[in-house]
């Protein structure tokens, strides 16, 4: 592939960064400094810099300036704001709330801290939990008085109001969860995000940079941190300083499959709808953030990923377990109650198969009754077998024999499984993982059926991560500690980039609001301390090796571009983040003369300069063997993958 010398040596600057080398001044890694002058091509300053701009970071800026700063930096590493809001409807919660008292609801913030304990299996951080809760009802207060108010929101049929349940998460104990739209949908996908960035908008203090990469802290000679190295798009570098603090909103390691692999059995098996490595936790380790390693094995997944990508996925389920389907492994066994209220049960039970893969196995006659509840609407959106958006991967069969030969499961194992459950539904046995058949209809069952019917079907669905939970240690005030629980001086966290907060589970709302609300703190904080001087700075025991956040590279070129092409049109459809991305290319002497992405179904903002750029850098420089367009990696991928089928098919003939 080709590469501008700017862009090795932005890389070579990383890879120093990661691998914890000495900089050029002859300090050594354990006392992170910054490189001379001359190295730098351009160097800012700022009251407070802030390392990312999703929920926490946004929200860190504008309390930042709410408590005196004149100017605040953002480092955004991809081309738009929003972070892991881009990739949620933002569920927000909190208790105590203007929208709660509207609706007669009674609540409070001891009840909503018990609520979080309990549903992270009592592993969170009390202290934390109180923090965020004590301070999350006037950070979502701020959000409706700054616009939210004026969203549409879903509604609770027991009340009417604005406060829901939120049944993709176990339940809490009231109705505290908000699940506001956003008004404009083609831009923001939360209105959360929405809110935040409007806001941010206004304020003349507050500057983004984009495609700015932020690869290492740096020490001042107080032993201070306050500055930050930082990579752009076209290779520079600059040197970032903070008067205050800096602020790491960074988030986590959903992205990062080595990772996830070294802290879960099943981890490198993951979907997952977002890319982010984990560098920044990483970053913090360098000048001695401490990391809770048993926190780190906190990966909550959904039981429903559909398989977008290599390892991509979005939120999507059959649903057909509510009207008698089952879920097996491949090893063609059930594993759980498919109909469990506990989401976290259902959770976990997938994550402990091999490759944490399940296959939701049913027959018509469980799509009808389905269809007939109502409850059809996920599976007609991604499962239809003629219009569905995951249609490639419905598998049907007129015997379970052959059905197993299609999923590569045991074919016995399977028909034994079968066997055994349409026993259960008749009554002859006991369900072997206490599933009830009533007929009587539920949240979590419409109809009774066997696993009998014309036809069979096999859809597979795996573990998908959306956040993770694992990061530094922060205090009440978003200050990062090191392994001795000292504050470091200067440097503050917030969002998923920190760790142990929530414990094994993450309660509904709180990844949309802990975020913001630490971010909150942490700006506050920066604005208000005086920082200690004489630190000693050195790294983390356990710092992260260097080679977990290497990216996997070709071991060849896509496509051998001296293979002749004949001349004309050719269209290649790949799976795409929420629906299928087609591609026409066009092959005119010999050569691609135009490249155009006639359907896809990508991330609004976080995909647009893949969908804008690349096509254009394909056919300029008749290769596929191009770079991905940096903060677009995924949606990189699915077009130059099209392409590539285009280039088979034009050298094929």
């Known amino acids: 592939m080709k590469k501008t010398l700017a862009l090795c040596s932005a890389f070579l600057l990383m890879v120093s960064a990661l691998s914890g080398c000495s900089t050029s001044n002859g300090k050594p890694a354990d006392q992170p400094s910054a490189s001379p002058a001359a190295a730098y091509d351009e160097e800012k300053n700022a009251d407070v810099i802030v390392v990312g701009a999703g929920g926490a970071g946004l929200s860190a800026a504008i309390s930042a300036v709410d408590n005196g700063a004149q100017n605040v930096i953002i480092l955004e590493k991809t081309n738009r704001t929003g972070g892991n809001l881009n990739l949620t409807s933002g569920s927000m919660s909190a208790a105590e709330t203007s929208l709660q008292k509207e609706a007669g609801i009674e609540d409070t913030k001891a009840s909503f801290v018990e609520d979080i304990m309990k549903n992270g299996a009592q592993l969170g951080n009390r202290e934390l939990v109180e923090a965020f809760v004590n301070e999350d009802t006037d950070m979502f207060e701020w959000m409706l008085e700054h616009g939210l108010a004026d969203n549409q929101f879903n509604l609770d049929k027991a009340t009417g109001g604005k406060a829901v349940f939120a049944p993709e998460h176990q339940l809490y104990s009231v109705q505290r969860t908000y699940k506001a739209k956003a008004d404009d949908p083609e831009h923001y996908s939360s209105a959360a995000h929405e809110v935040l960035d409007q806001y941010i908008k206004t304020l003349d203090n507050v500057a983004i940079d984009f495609n700015t990469d932020g690869v290492k802290l740096l020490a001042n000679d107080k032993g201070q941190i306050l500055s930050v190295e930082a990579v752009t798009e076209d290779g520079k570098t600059v040197k970032y300083t903070a008067n205050k603090g800096v602020i790491m909103a960074t988030g986590g390691y959903s992205g990062n499959f080595k990772l996830m692999g070294k802290y879960a059995e099943h981890g490198a098996d993951y979907l997952s709808s977002t890319t982010s490595m984990g560098e920044g936790i990483r970053m913090m380790q360098e000048v001695g953030g401490n990391v809770d390693e048993t926190a780190m094995s906190y990966i909550p997944t959904f039981p429903m990923g559909v398989q977008t990508g290599p390892q991509s996925g979005t939120i999507g389920s059959t649903y057909t377990w509510k009207a008698g389907g089952i879920c097996v492994n491949q090893e063609g066994k059930r594993f759980v109650n498919e109909q469990e209220a506990r989401v976290d049960v259902r959770e976990v039970a997938l994550e402990e198969q091999p490759g944490a893969v399940q296959y939701d196995i049913f027959t018509d006659k469980i799509v009808a009754d389905l269809s007939a509840a109502g409850g059809d609407m996920m599976y007609q959106l991604y499962f239809n077998p003629e219009t569905g958006r995951a249609k490639n991967l419905v598998k049907s069969a007129a015997t379970l024999d052959e059905l197993a030969s299609m999923i590569n499961v045991p074919v016995e194992a399977l028909k034994a499984t079968v066997e055994t459950y349409n026993k259960a539904v008749d009554g002859e046995v006991e369900d072997e993982f206490g599933r009830s058949f009533d007929p009587a209809p539920s949240a979590y069952s419409v109809a009774v059926n066997k696993i009998e019917g014309d036809k069979y079907y096999a859809i597979p669905l795996k573990a998908l991560v959306v956040m993770t939970l694992g990061g530094v240690s922060i205090d009440t005030e978003a200050h990062v500690l090191d392994e001795s629980g000292n504050v470091i001086p200067g440097l503050y966290a917030a969002g998923e980039c920190t760790g142990g907060i929530w414990g094994k589970f ?62 004309g049109e050719y269209t290649a459809t790949v799976d795409g983040q929420e629906g299928p991305m087609s591609v026409k290319t066009t092959i005119a002497d010999g050569k691609i003369s135009a490249v155009e992405i006639t359907e896809q179904h990508e991330t609004a903002g976080v995909s647009d300069k893949a969908i804008s750029d690349l096509p254009a850098s394909i056919v300029a420089e008749n290769s596929v063997n191009v770079d991905t367009i940096s903060g677009c990696t995924l949606s990189s991928g699915r077009i130059l993958d099209a392409v590539t089928d285009c280039l088979n098919q034009a050298s094929a003939q």
């Open 506 to 567: 993450v309660s509904g709302g709180t990844g949309v609001m802990g975020p913001i609300t630490f971010g909150r703190i942490a700006g506050r904080a920066a604005m208000n301390d005086t920082l200690a001087e004489g630190y000693t700075v050195k790294a983390a025991s356990n710092l992260f090796d260097a080679s977990l956040f290497e990216k996997e590279t070709a071991s060849a070129d896509r496509f051998d571009m001296s293979k002749p092409l004949k001349d």
